[in-house]
């Protein structure tokens, strides 16, 4: 980290205007100096997408803030971030904090995780926040503590090709029980298939559909959240340096 001031990157996949990187943004202005990179509408799912082939834009909010809106992926964020934004490397990615769970499969999809793995994969360190409620406004203030303390533990460590995926369980804040480090857990998605045009040649569908978990296997994020604890699962970016849990325990002392 340079002196002074860390610098973060708040990104996401809500889109710039969710409350979840509006609150996000107010935390990590208490510790360093903040950019704000996401896109312009909602990009949930988008998984590791990238723009190719297409120009993409980039609208700054404000002249007097580091806000900008992008027309890409949330990964086209961090990339463009990066590379063509930000003053210098930062010292910490955040990405959310989402709107819905990115727990056990989820994070396969999400571009929320996703988008701080970039950060990760550039030498970063990251941490994606996604809390259960898929509502549109959320009491984010209980968690205010929590995320100041953590983000400023993972942006004082070295865990190299760690990405940290934080989900919060949609519970009043004061059944939360404390914070389990764990694995990714088992789950699928149940899609519903639903025709809302048919035409000569072609139909067109909306998907949905309902996900389902193993909340048994006891070390997993299935498990903690179903049982009111705050999940940490560190995603392991490079097979080849195995992660010990263990040593992350520490992070469960924060709450």
């Avoid at 926040?129 to 303390?149: G, M």
């Avoid at 983000?151 to 519970?171: A, H, Q, W, Y």
């Avoid at 392991?236 to 992660?243: A, C, D, K, Q």
Wanted: positive net charge; hydrophobic residues 40%; aromatic residues 10%.
């Amino acid at each position: 980290m340079k002196k002074g001031k860390p610098l973060i990157l708040v990104v996401n996949d809500d889109g710039i205007d969710s409350q979840g990187i509006n609150f996000l943004k107010k935390i990590m202005c208490q510790i360093g100096d903040v950019y704000v990179v996401a896109p312009d509408t909602n990009r949930s799912a988008y998984s590791h997408s990238m723009t190719l082939n297409n120009s993409i834009s980039i609208k700054k909010m404000n002249k007097n803030v580091n806000d900008f809106a992008c027309s890409g992926t949330p990964v086209d964020c961090v990339k463009l971030a990066l590379n063509k934004i930000l003053p210098r490397t930062p010292d910490l990615c955040v990405s959310g904090i989402n709107h819905g769970s990115n727990q056990s499969i989820n994070g396969l999809y999400s571009g929320t995780l996703h988008a701080a793995m970039e950060a990760n994969i550039q030498g970063v360190p990251a941490i994606s926040f996604s809390h259960l409620s898929y509502e549109t406004i959320i009491n984010f203030t209980p968690f205010s503590s929590f995320i100041y303390d953590v983000s400023k533990k993972v942006l004082g460590d070295s865990n190299e090709g760690v990405t940290f995926n934080i989900n919060f369980p949609d519970v009043p804040f004061k059944d939360i029980k404390g914070v389990k480090v764990c694995l990714t857990g088992q789950g699928v998605w149940k899609e519903k298939f639903e025709l809302v045009k048919k035409e000569k040649f072609e139909k067109h569908f909306l998907i949905g559909g309902e996900f389902k978990s193993n909340n048994n296997l006891i070390n997993t994020d299935n498990w903690a959240l179903t049982n009111n604890f705050i999940s940490i699962v560190p995603v392991n970016l490079y097979p080849h340096l195995s992660i010990n849990l263990d040593k992350l325990k520490y992070l469960e002392n924060v709450f």
